[in-house]
C-alpha cells in the first residue's frame, strides 16, 4: 500500500476527472408502485404490503407523481425527456430486494443529455463550471439492512441482519452526470458546487425534502486522475458520501490516494470505495473489475411510458425560478457581488441567510453569523451549518438586544455558543450565564479609575491627547468586566473622565 | 356412496345449478357439499386437488344461501363451487404453485380473479395441482406427484392446468380457473374433453397470479360447457387498476355470444402450418369432421398461411425462460416458504442457494437456467432481442390472417392424451405438446379449446381450438356454442358424459 501524497503535489501533477451519481428520494405522498406512504422513521416494516414487499402474485402499478417528478427534475436540468421508455428489470440476489431484482431503466431512460452550471469561487473571481447530464432516470429504492454483530457493521462478519422494507419501493431518480474534466485542484469544490445546486433545485421543485442525513439525497463520487495528455485513469466509485461537506472531502481524499497509487507505480483498482465521514478517507468495497451483468430486460409488468409533448410543456411552464436566478436577485437586494454569493452557496449557508433574512436579521448580520461564526463552529464539529441547533428566530432575537445595547458583539458570540450547545432560547442562556453589557457608570468608573491608576503613563498620554492610547485602557476595562461592558460606553467614560474630547 | 341427488348434482352444468340454487330447488350447500363429498370419493385417484377448503367453501355457499332467504339478488354464478389452480393467491389458504419452496405459504391476500369470484359467491373448493410454477404440460412436473386423466388414469390430464381440468372432468368441480402462459388451459381442456379459455391478455387481471412469464401469463375457465365457460369468465374479467397491463376498455359480451352461438356468415381460418406432420390421425380426422360441421352450420371456410408461427416454440422458449428466470428470483428462503441451510454459519448466498437447490424441481431448474443465460448482455441481442422480433411477426400473421377471417382453427394439441411417465425425461418432445397453443399466447389474441370427439384410435378426447383477435373474445363463443350444440344434437349428449366412471 503506498501512502497518500499531498493535495498541491497531487493535483500539480495529475489532472482529475469526476463523475457523480446521485439517488433522490422522491416526496410523493405513496411509493412507486403501491399505496403504502413514503414517512421517514416509521417502525421497521410498518410501511408495507404485498406490492412492496414483492409476495408472489403481486404486481406494480406505475405512481404518475413519480413520472411527473422525474420529467420536471430534468427538465430543471435542461434535459430532453423521452417520448417512450419502458422500465427495465436490473436483476440480482440480494436481501434488501424484496423481488432480488430492481425495477429500474436501462437503456431507455426518461431523460437525457442535460446540463447544469454551478460556480465555484477561486483566487481570480468565481468560475462558472457546466457539468453535462448524462441521465435522469426512476427506480424504485431498496430495503434497508442492518447488519448486527462484527466488527466492520457491513454484512460480511455480521452475526445477523435484520431488512426494513419500508423504504422498499420509495421512488427514487438517479442523475448521473458525464465526465467533468479540466477542473484541476478545484474539482473537489466543484463536485460540492454541483451537489448543492442540485439539493437546491429539488428543493425548489419541491420534489423532494433532499435531507442528505437521512438519505433522501445519496451521492457517489467518480474519481480518476491522469497526466496530463494521457488518456482518463481507472475510476474509483466512492459511496456513503452524506454530507455536502464529504462530497468535497472524498474527492480530495480520492485524489491523494489515487496519486500515491499512481505514484508509486501502482495501478488503480476499478472498485466501489466506502467515505468514513471520521477519519475523512474511502476504504475499499466491492471490486468492479469483473463487472455483474445484471441481465436487465424491459419490465413486463408496467406499460411503456410516453408522455404527451404537450403535458411535458405544460411541465415546463410551471417550473420555479432556476436557484441562480434566485441568487442573482438575492445579491441585488443584498447589496453583495458574485464572490460574497459564490462563497454563500458553497458554504452551504445561503438558504440559512434567506432564512434569518426572512426572520427580519438584516442580511449583512445574517451573512456575517452564517458565513463567519457559525461556518466556523460546523466545521470545528465536522457537521453542516444547517445541522446547527441555531434558528433565523434565534438570531433576529440577538440582533435585537445587540441593537438595543443589551449585548455586544463578543457576548453575542457567547450566547450562540450557548444557544448551540443546547443551553436554551437566547434569553434563556443570557440569563443562566449571566451576559448582559454592564451599563452601570458607577461599576465602570471604578474599573476605568483601576486601569487607569494601573497604567500611569498610558494616563498621561491621553490627558497630553494622545486620544488614541485610549484602547489600551478600553481594552483592560473590557478585560476586567470580562467582555460585558460596551467598548464605546467605556471609551466615553474614559475620555469625560480624563477631560479630553476624541475631535 | 353418495344419493343418486348428489349423484345428480354433480354432472349438472354450472348454468343449470345456479338456476337450481337462484329458484330454491337445491341449495348452495347442498351443491357444494355434494362436490366435497365427491373429491372425498374420487380424488384419491384423480389427485386434482392440492389442499381442500371445505370450511371456506361451505361458509360462502351459507352466505349464498341467507342472501337468498333475505330475498338478495344472486349473481349468474352464486353458489356453484369452482377448483382453483393453485397458482392463484388466496388469503390464508395454501398457495404452493406446485413447488416445494412455496409450502406452507399462506398468502395474506387474495388475487383479484379470487376477489371476484368471493364476491359473486361462488365458493372455492380448494387448490389444484399443476406442473410446477406451471411449467409443464402434464401436471407430472408437480412437486406434490402427478394428476391422473379422468379418461384413463395411466395418462396424463395435460398441464400445466391439469388438475383444474382433471377436477372437471372428473365431476369434483362445474368450474375451474386455470391460467394459460403457452397453452395452460387449453391443452389439458383438449386432452381430458373439457372447455378451457385463455382471455385476450390484459381481458383478466393477473394481480395475485403468481408469474411464470408476465408478458404471456392469463388466467381463464375452465368448464364443461361453453355457456358456463362464459359465465365464469364474466365474473373473473375486465379492467382491473392493479394490474396495469389490464386493458380499460369494457369487455365483449361473452354471455351473449354464447347464448347466440350462431356461425351463419363468418368466415374461419385454418391454419395450414398448424396442421399435418406431428399430429396424431385420429386428431385430425376429429379436427377435420369438427370444420366441416361449421361449413354445414353456415361459416365459410378457407385456408390461411402464418409462415412464422413454425418459429413461435422456439422464440417462446427465449422469452418464457428468461421472464420466469427473472420472476423466480424472489424464492429465496429469505421472507416466505422454504429455507434451507440457515444453520447459524451459511452465508445469505449459500442459504439462498441451497434454498433453491433443493426447492426448484428439474424443469424450473432447467428454464431459471435457459433464461438467465438468454438475458446476459452478451447475449441478449441474440437470443431474447431475437425472439421479441419473432414475436412481432407472428402478431402479423394473425393480423393479415385477420384481415381475412372472423376467427382461426386448428386442432389444440397435436396428440390425444399420452401415457403418464411416456415424456418425463424428454423435454423437447414436452414442449411440443404446446406447438399449437403458443402462436396466441405470442401475440396477446384470445382462444378457445373445446371437445370435438375422440380419436378413433385410442378412443380419448381431442379438442379443436378456435382463436380470435384481441378483445374478440366473443367470436370464441360464438364459434365454441354453435359447435358444442350440433355436436350435441349429432351425439345426443356432451363429450364428457362418455367418460368412464371412476
Redesign the interface.
Known amino acids: 500500500m503506498s501512502a497518500p501524497i499531498p493535495y498541491a503535489e497531487a493535483v500539480a501533477e495529475f489532472e482529475p476527472v469526476i463523475g457523480m451519481e446521485v439517488h433522490v428520494e422522491l416526496g410523493t405522498e405513496s411509493k412507486i408502485f403501491c399505496g403504502c406512504p413514503t414517512a421517514f422513521g416509521a417502525p421497521p416494516n410498518t410501511q408495507v404490503c404485498p406490492v412492496c414487499l414483492g409476495l408472489p402474485g403481486s404486481m406494480p402499478v406505475m405512481n404518475a407523481m413519480a413520472i411527473e417528478s422525474t420529467i420536471r427534475i430534468g427538465l430543471a436540468l435542461n434535459c430532453s425527456i423521452a417520448e417512450w421508455c419502458r422500465m427495465a428489470r436490473k436483476n440480482y440476489f440480494y436481501p434488501d430486494m424484496p423481488k432480488d431484482y430492481q425495477v429500474s431503466q436501462y437503456d431507455e431512460p426518461l431523460c437525457v443529455d442535460g446540463y447544469l452550471d454551478v460556480t465555484v469561487p477561486t483566487d481570480d473571481g468565481p468560475m462558472v463550471v457546466r457539468v453535462g447530464i448524462e441521465r435522469v432516470h426512476l427506480e424504485e429504492d431498496t430495503g434497508k439492512l442492518t447488519h448486527a454483530g462484527g466488527a466492520t457493521g457491513r454484512i460480511h462478519g455480521a452475526d445477523y441482519s435484520l431488512v426494513d422494507y419500508n423504504r422498499a419501493g420509495i421512488p427514487l431518480v438517479e442523475i448521473v452526470t458525464k465526465p467533468v474534466t479540466g477542473t484541476g485542484a478545484l474539482a473537489p469544490e466543484v463536485a460540492r458546487a454541483y451537489v448543492t445546486e442540485l439539493r437546491d433545485i429539488m428543493r425548489g421543485l419541491g420534489v423532494s425534502d433532499v435531507k442528505m442525513e437521512e438519505g433522501s439525497l445519496r451521492c457517489d463520487a467518480n474519481v480518476s486522475l491522469n497526466l496530463p495528455g494521457a488518456e482518463w485513469g481507472t475510476r474509483s466509485e466512492t459511496k456513503n458520501v452524506n454530507s455536502l461537506r464529504s462530497v468535497e472531502r472524498a474527492v480530495r481524499s480520492e485524489i491523494e490516494r489515487q496519486a500515491g497509487v499512481l505514484k508509486s507505480g501502482g495501478r488503480v483498482v476499478q472498485e466501489t470505495r466506502h467515505f468514513h465521514e471520521d477519519t475523512g478517507v474511502t476504504t475499499p468495497g466491492r471490486s468492479k473489475e469483473h463487472a455483474e451483468d445484471y441481465r436487465y430486460f424491459p419490465e413486463p409488468d408496467l406499460v411503456p411510458i410516453a408522455p404527451a409533448r404537450e403535458w411535458v410543456e405544460e411541465l415546463r411552464r410551471g417550473l420555479p425560478e432556476q436557484p441562480s436566478v434566485h441568487r442573482a436577485r438575492l445579491a441585488q437586494a443584498w447589496g453583495i457581488g458574485d464572490f460574497e454569493m459564490a462563497t454563500l452557496v458553497n458554504a452551504g449557508v445561503l438558504e440559512l441567510v434567506e432564512a434569518s433574512v426572512a426572520a427580519g436579521v438584516a442580511p449583512d448580520a445574517a451573512r456575517k453569523w452564517w458565513a463567519g461564526e457559525f461556518t466556523r463552529i460546523a466545521n470545528e464539529s465536522g457537521v453542516e451549518p444547517a445541522s446547527l441547533a441555531v434558528t433565523p428566530a434565534d438570531i433576529a432575537r440577538v440582533e435585537e438586544l445587540i441593537a438595543s445595547g443589551a449585548l455586544n458583539d463578543k457576548l453575542a458570540r457567547q450566547v450562540f455558543e450557548g444557544v448551540i450547545a443546547g443551553e436554551g432560547t437566547p434569553d434563556e442562556v443570557v440569563a443562566a450565564r449571566g451576559l448582559a453589557v454592564v451599563s452601570d457608570d458607577g461599576a465602570l468608573l471604578s474599573a476605568i479609575d483601576e486601569a487607569l491608576a494601573a497604567q500611569p503613563d498610558v494616563a498621561e498620554k491621553i490627558r497630553g491627547g494622545k486620544v488614541q492610547a485610549a484602547g489600551a485602557i478600553v481594552g483592560a476595562v473590557m478585560k476586567a468586566t470580562r467582555g460585558q461592558a460596551d467598548a464605546g460606553k467605556v471609551r466615553e467614560l474614559l475620555l469625560e473622565r480624563l477631560g479630553v474630547s476624541d475631535s | 356412496m353418495s344419493t343418486p341427488l348428489e349423484r345428480d348434482l354433480i354432472r349438472q352444468s354450472a348454468a343449470t345449478l345456479a338456476e337450481a340454487i337462484a329458484e330454491g330447488e337445491v341449495s348452495a350447500r347442498e351443491v357444494t357439499q355434494a362436490h366435497l363429498d365427491r373429491i372425498a370419493e374420487v380424488d384419491g385417484d384423480v389427485h386434482a386437488f392440492l389442499h381442500v377448503d371445505a370450511e371456506g367453501a361451505l361458509a360462502t355457499a351459507d352466505a349464498v344461501d341467507a342472501s337468498r332467504a333475505a330475498g338478495d339478488a344472486l349473481g349468474p354464478l352464486a353458489g356453484v363451487p369452482l377448483a382453483l389452480k393453485d397458482i392463484?393467491?388466496m388469503k390464508g389458504v395454501p398457495?404452493t404453485?406446485g413447488s416445494k419452496i412455496?409450502e406452507g405459504?399462506r398468502?395474506?391476500?387474495d388475487?383479484t380473479v379470487v376477489e371476484r369470484l368471493r364476491a359473486a359467491g361462488i365458493p372455492i373448493l380448494g387448490k389444484t395441482n399443476m406442473d410446477e410454477f406451471a411449467m409443464g404440460s402434464s401436471t407430472e412436473h408437480s412437486a406434490y406427484g402427478p394428476t391422473r386423466n379422468p379418461w384413463d388414469l395411466d395418462r396424463i390430464p395435460g398441464g400445466s392446468g391439469g388438475g383444474s381440468a382433471a377436477a372437471i372432468a372428473s365431476f369434483e368441480a362445474p368450474l375451474a380457473i386455470g391460467t394459460d402462459t403457452g397453452g395452460s388451459i387449453r391443452q389439458p381442456a383438449a386432452v381430458t374433453g373439457t372447455v378451457g379459455v385463455k382471455p385476450t391478455y390484459g381481458g383478466v387481471s393477473?394481480?395475485?397470479?403468481?408469474?411464470l412469464?408476465?408478458?404471456l401469463d392469463q388466467a381463464g375457465p375452465c368448464t364443461r360447457t361453453v355457456m358456463d365457460a362464459a359465465l365464469l369468465h364474466a365474473v373473473i374479467g375486465g379492467h382491473d387498476?392493479?394490474?396495469?397491463?389490464s386493458i380499460p376498455d369494457p369487455m365483449p359480451d361473452v354471455v351473449a355470444a354464447a347464448a347466440r352461438a350462431d356461425v351463419r356468415g363468418m368466415r374461419i381460418g385454418l391454419v395450414r402450418e398448424l396442421t399435418g406432420e406431428g399430429y396424431q390421425a385420429g386428431v385430425e380426422q376429429r379436427f377435420r369432421e369438427a370444420v366441416e360441421i361449421l361449413e354445414h352450420l353456415g361459416a365459410e371456410v378457407v385456408e390461411v398461411s402464418c409462415p412464422h408461427f413454425e418459429y413461435a416454440l422456439g422464440a417462446y422458449y427465449l422469452i418464457l425462460p428468461?421472464?420466469c428466470?427473472?420472476n423466480l428470483?424472489?424464492?429465496?428462503g429469505?421472507?416466505?416458504g422454504l429455507r434451507v441451510g440457515d444453520d447459524g454459519n451459511a452465508?445469505?448466498?449459500e442459504v439462498?442457494s441451497l434454498t433453491r437447490e433443493a426447492g426448484f424441481g428439474p424443469e424450473v431448474k432447467r428454464r431459471i437456467m435457459l433464461g438467465?443465460y438468454a438475458?446476459?448482455?452478451g447475449y441478449?441481442d441474440a437470443y431474447?432481442g431475437q425472439a421479441q422480433k419473432v414475436r412481432t411477426l407472428i402478431q402479423r400473421d394473425f393480423e393479415a390472417a385477420f384481415a381475412q377471417c372472423d376467427v382461426l382453427v386448428s386442432p389444440t394439441a397435436p396428440t390425444t392424451a399420452f401415457r403418464i411417465g411416456e415424456k418425463v425425461d424428454d423435454p423437447l418432445a414436452m414442449y411440443l405438446n404446446d406447438v399449437a397453443t403458443i402462436p396466441v399466447n405470442m401475440a396477446g389474441n384470445c382462444a378457445m379449446s373445446l371437445p370435438v370427439g375422440l380419436a378413433p384410435e385410442d378412443g380419448l378426447p381431442v379438442g379443436l381450438q378456435v382463436m380470435a383477435p384481441p378483445m374478440a373474445d366473443d367470436r370464441l363463443y360464438l364459434v365454441g356454442g354453435a359447435l358444442e350444440g350440433a355436436l350435441r344434437d349429432r351425439w345426443g349428449h356432451l363429450l364428457i358424459e362418455e367418460v368412464p366412471s371412476l
Open positions: 392463484l393467491a398457495t404453485c412455496l405459504w398468502p395474506p391476500y388475487a393477473r394481480y395475485g397470479l403468481v408469474a412469464a408476465s408478458s387498476p392493479r394490474d396495469s397491463t428468461s421472464e428466470s427473472s428470483a424472489r424464492f429465496d429469505m421472507r416466505y452465508s445469505v448466498e439462498m438467465t438475458l446476459y448482455s441478449y431474447y
